[in-house]
Nanobody, 123 residues
Framework: QVQLVESGGGLVEPGGSLTLSCQVS????????IGWFRHTPGKDREGVAS????????YYGDSVKGRFSISRDAAKDMVYLQMNSVKPEDTGVYYC????????????????WGQGTQVTVSS
């Protein structure tokens, strides 16, 4: 059973930076996709970024392009989300999730989820 544990959330000022981490364990498929999603009360869960382990290709949601960066350390089974130039609208609970499909950020394709980490952007 795949387990995902997010960490690194917290309070950050607008324009600041934050790095989220996701520890992946229990994955038995050699290739899969890891995605970061966020949820703000009153809004649908939104895809932020994803990375495919087969070719390291990445995909970003329009609202974070040019500001966020996803990467991974295969040896440690860790995935990171570097958040730069954050805005108040980046506030939310951030989740990492996996799918065995070669995918982007289609929510319905992801079937394993972490518990989430809260990110608050405020001065």
């Amino acid at each position: 059973q795949v387990q995902l544990v997010e960490s690194g959330g917290g309070l950050v000022e607008p324009g600041g930076s934050l790095t989220l981490s996701c520890q992946v364990s229990g994955m038995t498929y050699p290739y899969y996709t890891i995605g970061w999603f966020r949820h703000t009360p009153g809004k649908d869960r939104e895809g932020v970024a994803s990375i495919n382990t087969s070719d390291e290709s990445t995909y970003y949601g329009d609202s974070v392009k040019g500001r966020f960066s996803i990467s991974r350390d295969a040896a440690k089974d860790m995935v990171y989300l570097q958040m730069n130039s954050v805005k108040p609208e980046d506030t939310g609970v951030y989740y990492c999730a996996t799918t065995i499909m070669y995918g982007d950020l289609r929510l319905s394709e992801y079937d394993s989820w972490g518990q989430g980490t809260q990110v608050t952007v405020s001065s």
